[in-house]
């Protein structure tokens, strides 16, 4: 699950450590933290943070709401008087095979001092397709771009919607990773096949809130 938030100006630290006090709640509910990040600079709005949150299958998502009192934000936990945000908004994801579990990904040691944020619009019909193609024909260079996948998600607000989410060691890893493109990033093959199965994306970069949120923060 995916809640994006629209933090009050000047009250970012005091949700991040509302958040931090609300997790044995969320624990006890089986919901897990897989992160909460926030946009860094002008690719997104300022304020917004996107916390994360596992859960073990349809039923247990199901279980967690009602004991909230319906669907919602599981940060509603965390700010339940509204105090400390003014908007936002959450929506639903399931995970595809290339998602590992939260737990693997800490015991694999994948960690990040920049993550990569994309919603992809694909074709229509052409989920299963993209992620494929993307695995396929991007990983391995993405990989050698400093670059290591969180997990890819079918969004359940659109049939064709999907989020792919990438840890990077720190900003100078990115920068790097740019200046590959695009011999070694396999940028070129990419921008001609990728058109056949995507129709656009929606790209942030985020920085991790505190260690205590962020079980893959660095």
Request: negative net charge.
């Amino acid at each position: 699950m995916e809640d994006r938030v629209r933090v009050r100006a000047g009250k970012l630290d005091a949700f991040y450590g509302a958040l931090e006090k609300a997790l044995p709640r969320t624990g006890r509910l089986g919901a897990r933290c897989f992160g909460a990040l926030t946009t860094a600079g002008a690719t997104g709005r300022w304020n917004e943070v996107f916390v994360y949150w596992e859960m073990d299958g349809w039923e247990h998502y199901a279980g967690v709401m009602k004991s909230l009192g319906g669907p919602g934000s599981l940060c509603d936990a965390a700010d339940p008087d509204w105090t400390l945000r003014d908007g936002g908004s959450s929506l639903t994801m399931e995970a595809t095979e290339h998602s590992p579990a939260l737990a693997d990904l800490v015991a694999a040691g994948v960690r990040g001092g920049v993550f990569l944020h994309e919603y992809i619009r694909v074709l229509p019909g052409q989920r299963a397709a993209y992620v494929q193609h993307y695995i396929d024909n991007y990983l391995e260079a993405t990989r050698k771009a400093g670059r290591e996948l969180c997990g890819i998600w079918s969004l359940q607000r659109s049939a064709n919607d999907v989020l792919i989410l990438l840890a990077i060691q720190d900003w100078e890893t990115h920068a790097q990773g740019l200046e590959y493109k695009p011999d070694a990033y396999a940028e070129r093959p990419w921008r001609t096949s990728a058109p056949k199965v995507r129709d656009d994306y929606d790209l942030r970069m985020l920085v991790p809130g505190p260690l205590a949120v962020n079980p893959l923060a660095r």
